[in-house]
Each structure stands twice: as C-alpha cells, then as structure tokens.
C-alpha cells in the first residue's frame, strides 16, 4: 500500500544489499512515514574476530543534498545564509538561527543542477563555474543522506535576484555577505556552529581560496 504521498515499497530498500560479505540484512520495518521515512533495519554482521551477531538500527532517509560556498576573491568576501532551524533551537542552540552556506536536498536533479537551483533561490546568484570539493556524510550513524560540497566564485554582478528563500516553502532567508575573515572568527567564537560550512570555511582556508589578513 502507498504511504500519505503515494510512495510504495519503502520497506524494501536495502534488503538487496550484498556489497559487504560480512553484513546480510534480514528485515526492513518502515516506522514512520513522513515527508521522509525512518526504517528499523535488522542485520547479521561479522566482527573482526570472525563471530556473527544481529544488531538493528534505524536510519533517516531524507534523500541527498548538496551545499556551496561562494566567494569573492577580489573583495575577500563569502556569501552565507541565516535561517531558522527548530532541531538545533531545541538542542541548546541560543536562538536557533544558524549562519549557513546555501545547502539544499537535490529533489530528483543531479547535485551539479541542485545546487544552482539553491543559489539561486537563497542567494540570488546565477552560478557559473562550480568546483566540486567533495562528497560527505554527515551523520552516519543514523542519517543515510550524503552531501556533495561545491564552491564557486561569484561578483556582485551576478546577484541577479533578492534570493531569501520559497516562501511558499515556509523559508525565510537572511542574506550575510561577509568578509573572510569574519566568518573564520565565527567559527572560532561559535557564531558559526553548523558543520557543512565550517568544512567549507576550512576548506577555502586551507587552499588559500581567499586570503586572510595579515595578523
């Protein structure tokens, strides 16, 4: 039977998997059926000792994602996002409006198309060129979703629109362009607390994307 969004068969996905010899997977329940899906799995794993034991897990399926950094290397600036988000709010975060690097769930596109989409829609840029940096999990002991990290230069000639989010998404996006600088100290006084884009921040700081000021 379809779930509330005429999805079938969500409990078969991983039942096939034989990639590992050492894991057999024996069941998949679906536990909740949302706008995403949560499975308890149940599989036979062999340890390194050679002994097989049976351990459940559940996983998170909210689909993959992907995020970007855009820079101005001439202005020495990054273009972030600042939103509200209800999980980090109820767990400790002050206010619960994180500063964010333009990240979206891909929706059936391929991450190259997704991201520009996101871009455009967050920040008002038409992307050109993208540089991909790499691909992640961010949560594998629970969440199944992989994210494609991008960077891409921009100027600000190519902010063709007001960005901000869909609204009718229920988004609400505050646009912060900021100096290099800036942001790297923002992840040093916490300001800065989500980790797809203190990866990126750190990424750009390691290759010398931007130049940081003397001192």
């Known amino acids: 039977m379809s779930d509330s969004r005429g999805r079938t068969g969500l409990d078969q996905t991983g039942r096939n998997l034989d990639r590992n010899p050492d894991v057999i997977v024996r069941d998949v329940e679906v536990t909740s059926d949302g706008w995403h899906v949560l499975r308890r799995t149940t599989f036979d794993v062999r340890g390194r000792d050679g002994q097989w034991s049976t351990q459940q897990r559940e996983t998170y399926d909210r689909g993959n994602g992907a995020t970007i950094l855009l820079y101005d290397a001439a202005r020495g600036t990054v273009l972030l996002t600042r939103q509200f988000r209800f999980p ?26 997704a991201i520009r989409r996101e871009a455009r829609e967050e920040l ?18 629970s969440v199944t979703e992989r994210i494609h990290f991008y960077a891409a230069s921009y100027t600000p000639g190519d902010r063709t629109s007001a960005g901000g989010g869909v609204a009718d998404e229920g988004e609400d996006i ?5 100096p290099f600088d800036v942001a790297l100290d923002m992840i040093d006084n916490g300001r800065i ?23």
């Open 124 to 141: 008002g840029v038409e992307v050109g060129q993208l540089t991909h940096v790499f691909d992640a999990y961010m949560s594998p002991g």
């Open 174 to 178: 505050e646009i912060l362009e900021l």
């Open 193 to 215: 607390a989500d980790g797809k884009t203190i990866m990126l921040l750190q990424w750009a700081a390691i290759r010398g994307i931007l130049a940081t000021s003397p001192g």
């Open 88 to 113: 980090a709010y109820v767990n400790d975060h002050p206010d619960g409006m994180l500063v964010e690097a333009a990240a979206g769930l891909l929706d059936e596109d391929d991450p190259e198309t």
